[in-house]
């Protein structure tokens, strides 16, 4: 009973700290409404990180990491890649929802577009924008390099590596850090290798860490496979990779 009432002040609390620290942004693609949240420095000169949250939206991960990076000096922007009234309300529609915009990668990098001209009306220094995405945020950050987006530079955490191999491989300019988990199932040695591929045709300057006993969402404290030391090591390349590009 001690512990329920314990977990629930906790939970309360975060929820609180989130309400202070985050600002609400409504934005729109078309008819379609779309509500961001950004960091409470908004409106600073700053260098600008664009989070791209996991396949249901906005969780509190993406929440976390906006706090964490606003501390690190920057600007942090959470994108709505769904838009009002449709985000997922469990696995089988975010699997969905997700793979539509994968498949349709163009509407995907058109949402990620607008929610980087978002960024930067609030402050962040126009050359100095990165992508950071967790999950399927993972691969809209690679979807952001694939298409010429402005940015410096483009995190991958846990994303999917895979794509249509139609697609052509072109030429790559952000910097790329791909965070991948070493025994994620749902990267497969083809993913991983075409990646590799496709970095190197587009001439990227790219890195790959892999973490060791991890699975798919290490980085998240919410799921069964957190693992807490190298969520924590993948949370520092984070930073270094930004404190690199950015500043």
Same mark, same amino acid.
């Given at each position: 009973m001690i512990r329920s009432i314990l977990l629930t002040a906790m939970i309360m609390a975060s929820g609180n700290l989130f309400s202070q620290k985050l600002k609400s942004v409504s934005y729109q *693609?078309?008819?379609?409404?779309?509500?961001?949240?950004?960091?409470?420095n908004a409106g600073k000169k700053l260098p600008g990180v664009l989070i791209l949250p996991a396949w249901k939206? !906005? *969780? $509190? $991960? %993406?929440?976390? %990491?906006? !706090? /964490?990076? $606003?501390?690190?000096? &920057? !600007?942090?922007? !959470?994108? *709505?890649?769904?838009? /009002?009234?449709?985000? +997922?309300a469990d696995n $089988?529609? %975010?699997?969905?929802t997700s793979g539509y915009y994968?498949?349709? &990668?163009?509407e995907y990098q058109k949402r990620i577009s607008l929610a980087l001209e978002q960024l930067k009306k609030n402050g962040a220094i126009s050359d100095k924008v990165a992508v950071i995405g967790y999950c399927f945020g993972g691969t809209g950050a690679l979807e952001s390099a694939r298409g010429h987006l402005p940015v410096a530079g483009v995190v991958s955490i846990h994303g999917s590596l895979g794509r249509d191999q139609s697609r052509k491989n072109e030429a790559l300019t952000a910097k790329i850090l791909v965070e991948n988990p070493a025994d994620?199932?749902?990267v497969t040695p083809d993913d991983y290798n075409n990646l590799i591929k496709e970095m190197n045709d587009g001439n990227a300057d790219w890195q790959i860490i892999t973490y060791a006993h991890s699975k798919h969402t290490f980085t998240d404290p919410k799921s +069964?496979? &957190?693992?807490?030391?190298? %969520?924590?090591?993948?949370?520092?390349?984070?930073?270094?990779?930004?404190?690199?590009?950015?500043?």
């Open positions: *693609d078309g008819s379609q409404k779309l509500n961001g949240l950004i960091t409470s939206g !906005i *969780d $509190e $991960e %993406a929440k976390t %990491a906006a !706090i /964490e990076l $606003e501390k690190q000096g &920057y !600007i942090a922007f !959470i994108a *709505d890649i769904y838009g /009002e009234g449709k985000i +997922p $089988e529609s %975010a699997a969905k994968k498949q349709n &990668y163009q994620d199932k749902s +069964p496979d &957190y693992n807490a030391t190298m %969520a924590k090591r993948a949370w520092n390349h984070t930073l270094l990779f930004l404190k690199e590009i950015l500043k």
